[in-house]
């Protein structure tokens, strides 16, 4: 053993070994408890950063842990390959996005091995490999075949300088994501999932993870799904001509609606324009397509409005109701219609308040009356129905369902069960993706492409320019194809797929990467699945988990596995700050982890990475903390180096040959075993437990006399005990110093210590002695001490007796191990 710590060389060795020996590659095996550890895959983007860092040591010390207590581990590992970054860069650096993105997979590979991560390399995938994307048009052809995909007018986010479709997640404050440019809405026809086909499922199926996900990912997840149980009313236009279909969960307000809120988007919008309404309603249409839909359903929000010029009928007062097209409505929730209560409605009665509209109260505080003129905001909680015919006196939540009985009964609406969630789009109109494997063909219509003619291949020759549009649509070689059922001439789809698709299989995949009779085996999905920890950020606690599980569900119910969820736990780690801010180029706040790794090593990393905070809390960077990280690596290897001497060859340890100090370190030992299993076993509280770790290398220091008879085997114990808890945490560290202090094998294999209970029962415990909740002593007593015998030493403790006297000993109370205070008067 060197009497220097040398990262680089440590680290060089160990990574060698272990790629060598395919110390992780992961098996089935029957014998053994499986347990699969996942963390969200990283896109290529060319270097990792230290969010990656945290991450992806988070995972690797459950991961490391689960193994040396027993468990058979999958833990792979690939890539999230496809989407238009790759394609920008393509356009930038005049290059091609495979070949940009190949090399960037390449690169990051090397970063992560460096980084000591206990990945089987053999299951590596990446989803712009032939053989993972073949398969995947295997599924969509599945799923149009049940219905499930299929394709529609639909109005979508539009980046004119990215020439492709945005999900509402991607556009910021009216603007692209990525390039900052104006969205506008635009009408296209796109391919959809039909995930609400499976809403009322994902939704029942949250309460079955409330053991495992944390509780706001649950509520995130239920409220996107947004079920909501009412009426569908139908509201006829002032000429007789049509109806307005309205979804609303308060149909016992239903006397006191005043005017009508349509989306811009509702296809009766600018239909319900008069000739002298009209300007204003397209200007206004415009200026909303170009904004934000997440701001524009927020509270907060100013409201903002135009008339159409066009009135409705209240079908159940038959007073005459102006229509308005309203910012705050939007068609992915109900009809894309609102029927507006101002006085029992916040956004409504803001809107009013605006647009001087009428405001009729229809529900009161029991024994109140409430005046729309004086009224200040919205009453919205439940009270007594007034003004409403024959509902008059009612208590609004029995109205509810009378009135919805009533509306049946008249045929002017029906009861309903309305879900927030809308169907995913999936086209993306870009090339680097998977091709969607579908055929126009002028006398056919929409065609899919025969199951023996996948895969679609996603062609190489493409010129990239930036301008014009998705440029798989010039690529006449791909484009023109023949009809396979009336063999015309017909071209394919140049949609591609969004990336949310790839990333919402994958951790199926991994269980058969090779597999190539079909998506899955499903044998070896069965072995593996479902992941039992996975990791990732909350920024994707919706739409990644979502699709993830809609995917899950489609798959099991095609016939490709048996598993109803995914992930059966989940944990979102925070992110890494620097100056205030999450780490950012743009920022310009970055830590290299190239720098980190060439100065301390990747142990170093890998500790600052767990120590500094608990993983589901943000990480301020402190470059005092990297330097304490390695200072404390420094004392563990002078620990060793220094002990090694005198406990090669020591034996076990026999209690009764310990001194009083041994017994006291080998209960710091027991003790230090139980906290950091307990830490790390299902808590993930790694910071404290690294913590304690520190705290019996402390101990061991202090530990005088060291060559002591019978204390010999002790310190051995301790400082073998120092380095297989840390083995987690710091794998390339740990496995030198098992190997220098004369262990056969991987630390790894040596297995998880386990604890003596007995040994971890302190012989003596401090009690505080209290006279009228003031502290005035401290007693050691034996753990087993019993209350009286507690309580009469503490009234004869010398330090305690010049406060008692002259005084009445009212009583005595006892907090067992903890205190004894004295009550006087």
Not at 508 to 515: D, H, M
Not at 721 to 748: D, N, Q, Y
Not at 799 to 823: C, D, H, M, R
Request: aromatic share 10%.
């Amino acid at each position: 053993m060197e009497e220097r710590y040398n990262p680089k060389q440590v680290e060089e060795k160990w990574q060698g070994f272990w790629e060598t020996n395919k110390s992780f590659k992961a098996v089935e095996d029957a014998q053994r408890e499986k347990y699969y550890l996942l963390e969200m895959f990283p896109y290529p983007s060319g270097r990792i950063h230290m969010g990656h860092v945290r991450n992806y040591s988070i995972g690797d010390v459950i991961a490391r842990f689960k193994r040396m207590r027993g468990f058979n581990v999958l833990h792979p590992m690939g890539w999230d390959a496809f989407g238009m970054p790759a394609e920008n860069a393509a356009i930038q650096n005049k290059s091609h996005p495979a070949k940009w993105t190949y090399e960037n997979i390449d690169y990051m590979r090397g970063q992560l091995k460096r980084l000591g991560l206990s990945y089987d390399w053999d299951r590596e995938l990446a989803t712009c490999d032939l053989d993972y994307y073949k398969w995947e048009q295997q599924i969509f052809l599945e799923m149009y075949e049940k219905g499930l995909a299929y394709k529609k007018v639909s109005p979508v986010n539009w980046c004119p300088k990215c020439q492709t479709v945005l999900a509402n997640e991607q556009v910021e404050d009216g603007a692209c994501w990525r390039c900052d440019s104006e969205v506008v809405q635009k009408e296209l026809e796109q391919w959809s999932f039909r995930i609400t086909a499976y809403a009322q499922e994902l939704l029942d199926d949250t309460y079955k993870l409330t053991n495992g996900w944390p509780e706001r990912v649950l509520t995130m997840q239920r409220n996107w799904i947004g079920r909501s149980v009412g009426c569908e009313v139908e509201f006829p236009l002032e000429d007789g001509s049509s109806k307005i279909t309205v979804f609303t969960t308060r149909q016992d307000t239903l006397y006191g609606a005043t005017f009508m809120s349509l989306a811009p988007e509702h296809p009766m919008a600018l239909q319900l324009a008069t000739d002298a309404q009209r300007p204003q309603v397209e200007a206004f249409i415009d200026k909303v397509k170009k904004s934000d839909k997440l701001k524009r359903g927020a509270e907060d929000q100013e409201k903002e409005g135009v008339f159409t010029g066009a009135y409705c009928i209240n079908p159940l007062t038959k007073v005459k109701m102006p229509i308005f097209l309203a910012n705050f409505v939007l068609m992915e929730y109900g009809t894309g219609a609102v029927m507006a209560v101002p006085t029992h409605d916040q956004r409504d009665f803001e809107f009013a308040k605006k647009y001087d509209l009428p405001l009729k109260v229809v529900i009161v505080p029991e024994g109140e009356t409430l005046d729309p003129a004086t009224m200040t905001e919205a009453f919205t909680v439940e009270g007594i129905m007034v003004s409403s015919g024959s509902f008059d006196g009612m208590k609004s939540g029995d109205a509810k369902e009378a009135i919805a009985d009533f509306l049946e009964k008249e045929g002017i609406g029906r009861k309903t069960v309305n879900f927030r969630l809308r169907d995913w789009g999936v086209s993306r109109q870009r090339y680097w993706g998977n091709p969607i494997p579908m055929i126009n063909c002028p006398t056919c219509g929409v065609v899919p492409v025969p199951k023996d003619q996948l895969p679609v291949v996603l062609p190489m020759d493409v010129e990239f320019t930036g301008e014009g549009g998705n440029p798989l649509a010039k690529v006449t070689s791909f484009v023109n194809c023949t009809c396979p059922v009336c063999g015309g001439a017909a071209r394919r789809e140049t949609d591609t797929m969004d990336t949310f698709v790839q990333s919402s299989w994958y951790f199926l995949r991994y269980c058969s990467p090779k597999y190539n009779e079909g998506p899955l085996d499903k044998k070896q999905v069965e072995a593996w699945m479902p992941v039992d920890q996975y990791i990732g950020g909350i920024e994707h606690a919706v739409l990644h988990l979502l699709y993830a599980r809609f995917f899950t569900k489609v798959l099991r119910d095609l016939g490709y596995c048996n598993v109803e969820e995914p992930f059966s736990n989940l944990l979102t780690q925070g992110m890494v700050i620097k100056d205030g801010a999450k780490m950012s180029k743009s920022k310009g706040n970055v830590v290299d982890p190239n720098a980190l790794i060439e100065r301390y090593g990747a142990d170093t990393a890998r500790l600052f990475s767990l120590f500094a905070a608990p993983p589901e809390k943000d990480l301020d960077w402190s470059d005092q903390g990297v330097d304490g990280s390695y200072r404390f690596l420094n004392r563990v290897w002078r620990l060793v180096f220094e002990a090694l001497p005198f406990i090669t060859g020591a034996g076990a340890v026999d209690p009764a040959k310990l001194t009083s100090e041994g017994k006291g370190l080998r209960r710091a030992v027991h003790k230090t075993i139980r906290k950091v299993t307990e830490d790390i076993d299902g808590r993930f509280h790694f910071n404290t437990a690294i913590a304690a770790v520190m705290e019996l290398v402390n101990a061991i220091q202090a530990f005088e006399p060291k060559s002591a008879p019978g204390n010999v085997a002790v310190v051995r114990e301790a400082v073998l005990s120092v380095i297989r808890l840390l083995a987690p945490f710091v794998p390339h560290f740990t496995e030198e110093l098992w190997t220098a202090v004369g262990e056969k094998g991987a630390v790894e294999a040596s297995g998880w210590p386990g604890f003596d209970a007995e040994a971890t029962v302190d012989e003596e415990i401090t009690v505080v002695v209290q006279v009228n909740g003031k502290l005035r002593s401290k007693l050691n007593v034996s753990p087993s001490a019993a209350e009286e015998e507690v309580k009469a030493q503490a009234l004869a403790d010398e330090k305690v007796q010049p406060f008692l006297e002259g005084k009445s000993v009212k009583k005595v109370i006892y907090v067992a191990g903890k205190l004894v205070n004295i009550v006087v008067a």
